[in-house]
């Protein structure tokens, strides 16, 4: 099978990458990747000599690029996003341009070439639960996005659906909560408090800390994704969750437990605009149809997780060398 894996040096990407190779170890992979700030080729090192791997620096949006890389594929992928909401509050253009039109552009060469089509997507298209409630979000949850980031993912969604609709195209699509694990950039919450506290750092966290997240282990999150590659009904929306509700406050407790740190690093902030209070995912429809499981609980997840930064000193180190700390540090002053 050939798979072209978009955004494969991010975070998500990179580890399925590693998964497929791991299960699949006669798999073809073609990974394109623009290398904005988050990706990294650290994460994909051991594959540079592999003669199944292949690397191509270049945008989703470059028509006649995309068009060549899908017509010799059998499968793509579409990590590829801008991501994080922070960045989507201070420069929204640059998401709608990736995660909107670059998603187009794939969507085109797709139906052009007759592929499969896999897109990537997030339980923040659902928009935000009350706190202490027991809904959760389900592929028939309308979509409220509140950010640009998830407003943009929102319609490269719709765009997924109506090229399946419309031009019958080979398309799912699965919406997963937040992933945690290896190679995860420095930017998100976990690494982000993981190196502050390492460093002496203050540990800054939105509001009182009481926004929950669903946490997935991002091998679970794979996993899922390959399942509905192999079982998943065309046109149809599964959704990814890890069935651990924590809250931001509880997740940087945690860390800094496994740390051996005080909470007194912890140091509360002005919370973001349109912070949403809660995402919660049901996975049952998926785990039910496709029986797709997790393999991974929240805390030995983290435990892993920590140990595997611990283990990684030098890749974290690397990244600091980035826009990484004069972009916090500009966010975070005077809150």
Known sequence: MKYLITGGAGFIGSNFIHYLFA??????????????????????????TKPRYKFVKGDIGDENLVDGLVANCDIIVNFAAESHVDRSILGPKEFVQTNVVGTQNLLE??????????????????GSLPLNSVEKFTAQTPY????????????????????????GLQATITNCSNNYGPYQFIEKLIP????????????????????V????????????????????????TYLLGGNAEKSNLEVVKTILKLMGKDDSLIEFVKDRPGHDLRYAIDSSQTEKEL????????????????????????????LLSKDYLQYYEQQYKGR
């Not at 060469?109 to 659902?126: G, L, P, Q, Y």
């Not at 996005?145 to 090229?163: C, E, G, I, N, T």
């Open 23 to 48: 299960k699949y170890p006669d798999c073809e992979i073609t990974n394109l990747d623009k290398l904005t700030y988050a990706g990294n080729l650290d994460n994909l090192k051991e594959f540079e």
């Open 109 to 126: 060469a797709a139906v052009k070439h007759k592929k499969r089509f896999h897109h990537i997507s997030t339980d923040e298209v659902f």
């Open 144 to 167: 409220d996005p509140s950010s640009p980031y998830s407003a943009s993912k929102a319609a490269s969604d719709h765009l997924v659906r109506s090229y399946a609709r419309t031009f």
């Open 192 to 211: 982000l408090m993981y190196i502050n506290a390492k460093l002496g750092k203050k540990l800054p966290v939105y509001g009182n800390g009481s926004n």
């Open 213 to 236: 997240r669903d946490w997935i282990h991002v091998e679970d999150h794979n996993a899922g994704v390959d399942v509905v590659l192999g079982k998943g009904k065309i046109g149809e």
């Open 291 to 318: 029986g797709w499981t997790r393999k991974h609980d929240f805390e030995s997840g983290m435990r892993d997780t920590i140990a595997w930064y611990d283990a990684h000193e030098d890749w974290w180190r690397k």
